[in-house]
């Protein structure tokens, strides 16, 4: 058998056992869905120490708390508004599982990307076939091995592997895919999905841009971006990736944030523990193509052997420079001037529409007029990131940043399937008479 054989034959079985699992009903009941997250949560207490990173623990935490907390109320029936026709009716919505979930992760925080769906696939009573990148191999293979240990493994099978794997994986029949990781990738998965009608979440990137107002606490908000940009070495997809400013606060911007990368990674960000790397060559040497043609006012430097690239800043970045092109998704901060909100407005609406849109300034109407004159997936002033630690907030893209949502109950939503329900009795045949035929002018009162 060839190795491609191979692969289509392995990806046939995990996803038939997770299908015959989940035909078998158990995955149904409430009290089986809370067991298998309560296991869930006892996998990233214990196994904190495999699981290397902090941020993710914690969201992941909140998350299984909540629909720990909240599933029953979740999955009741949600009565709707009735008609006249139906007042003596029973009519609500019925939340369902949807059947085989494909989740599919990025690299960038991988376990957060994937267990923050797996959470809402359990909750919804779903089969979930899980699928980490193969970049981030570690995790990858940690996974692999403990998530079994903890989770039901018919019902929940880890599936690892690079590229033809995923595409073998991709040719199964799924009822939901819910993918994270770039939008070149999130097209093959929606093309392959068309093939068996299947519908998708796609958590993607883009280029998120950062409007710095010349009215606002300039010291406070350059913190703030700095933090967001450079957690994780610039690769998190809600990062802003770009600043729009008036000309006039560009000097003051490159040295408040010049400031804060000293005091929160010392002068030598390459040696300091906190600062993190490029995370592959390939990667590493697109980030620094990025930097080229353009002035850099603050870092720069860089080293190939260890993926380190330095915090950088650059600064009257021509709009036509490769860097405005493209999402950084690495530790480069490019800063465009405009001549105000107008043309900050102008300009992110020239653009697809963004995963998230920064905005800092004193001013609430300046603040709502962004907010009512342009789109992204998700909005925020006077901070960076933090959206994401809100689950009642929708987390998810909008035009080329994605389609769908999750966290919190919106995971839930999204991988159920909202069934509408109506009991009518077989009584009070009168009123009906109307609908039949012969429509006579008689019945018709004509
Ligand atoms: P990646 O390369 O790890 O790919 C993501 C997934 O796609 C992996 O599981 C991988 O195995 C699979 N894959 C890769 N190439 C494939 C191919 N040719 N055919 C089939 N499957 C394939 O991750 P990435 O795409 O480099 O991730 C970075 C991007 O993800 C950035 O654009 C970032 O903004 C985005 N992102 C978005 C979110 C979000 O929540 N919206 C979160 C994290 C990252």
């Not at 689950?391 to 991988?415: E, I, K, N, T």
């Amino acid at each position: 058998m060839s190795s491609r054989e191979q692969q289509q034959q392995q990806a046939e079985v995990v996803v038939q056992r997770a299908r015959k699992a989940f035909q078998t009903g158990k995955s149904k009941p409430l009290e089986y869905r809370l067991h298998q997250l309560r296991s869930l949560q006892r996998f990233l207490k214990e196994r904190r120490q495999e699981i290397a990173d902090s941020v993710k623990k914690d969201l992941c935490k909140a998350e299984i708390s909540l629909a720990l907390e909240r599933l029953t109320t979740w999955a009741a029936p949600r009565p709707v508004e009735k008609n006249l026709l139906t007042v003596m009716d029973e009519v609500y919505v019925q939340p369902e599982p949807l059947g085989v979930v494909l989740v599919m992760g990025a690299w960038n925080y991988p376990w957060a990307v994937t267990l923050q769906p797996l959470v809402g696939a359990i909750a919804a009573g779903n089969a979930v076939v899980i699928k980490p990148s193969e970049v981030s191999f570690h995790s990858s293979k940690t996974m692999e091995e403990l998530l079994p240990l903890y989770l039901d493994k018919d019902l929940y099978p880890v599936y690892t592997g690079g590229v033809s794997e995923t595409q073998e994986l991709l040719k199964q029949r799924f009822d939901h895919i819910f993918y994270t990781g770039s939008g070149s990738v999130g097209r093959l998965v929606m093309e392959a999905a068309s093939r068996h009608l299947t519908p998708v979440t796609l958590e993607l990137g883009g280029k998120s841009p950062c409007y710095v107002h010349k009215d606002c606490d300039l010291k406070i908000a350059c913190r703030r971006i700095t933090w967001g940009k450079f957690l994780n070495c610039g690769q998190t997809c809600i990062a802003p990736d770009y600043i729009l400013c008036e000309p006039s606060i560009q000097d003051q911007l490159v040295e408040e944030m010049k400031k804060c990368l000293k005091e929160f990674y010392t002068d030598d960000p390459k040696t300091f523990e906190d600062y993190g790397r490029m995370v592959n060559q390939r990667h590493f040497r697109r980030v620094m193509a990025l930097i080229d043609g353009n002035t850099i006012a603050v870092g720069g430097d860089s080293d190939e052997s260890q993926c380190y690239i330095a915090p950088t800043i650059l600064r009257d970045v021509r709009v036509e420079s490769k860097v405005m092109q493209e999402e950084i998704f690495g530790p480069v901060l490019p800063i465009v001037t405009v001549s105000g909100v107008d043309e900050a407005i102008q300009f992110i609406n020239e653009k697809e529409k963004p995963l998230a849109l920064y905005v800092f300034s004193h001013d609430k109407k300046l603040i709502k007029r962004v907010i009512a004159e342009t789109s992204s997936g998700g909005v925020v002033a006077n901070d960076c990131l933090v959206q994401v630690t809100i689950c009642a907030l929708p987390f998810g893209g909008v035009g080329h940043s994605g389609m769908g949502r999750y966290h919190g109950q919106h995971s839930f939503d999204q991988l159920s399937h909202m069934r509408s329900c109506l009991i009518k009795k077989l009584g009070m045949e009168a009123l009906n008479g109307m609908r039949y035929p012969p429509h006579t002018a008689e019945k018709l009162g004509w």
